[in-house]
């Protein structure tokens, strides 16, 4: 991209959904989980950086429900975010 546009420096972002099958964890039924990734690369020609970032959701028991239920409680539906980024330069063909 960059000897393409004769830049110095540029940024390439490429996001996605990525569906997973999962099975729930009692009555074991399958289904489809949609996680959002973005790859991104950016920097000059000797010194690209990957970056990857996943959002996965979450589900989690809500402890004040559970505290006055009988029988069972509510879930509260969350999303998490994981971003990690390269230390080494990613190499980028000459």
Known sequence: ML?????VEGRLEISFTLFLRKSAPVSRVESLL???VTVSVDGGRD???LTLAVV????SLCPC????ADYGAHNQRSHLTLSVRSHTPVPVEQ
């Open 56 to 59: 996965v959701p979450v589900k």
């Open 47 to 49: 010194d690209a950086a």
């Open 3 to 7: 000897r393409r546009l004769e830049a």
């Open 34 to 36: 949609d996680y959002e």
């Open 65 to 68: 429900s559970k505290g006055v």
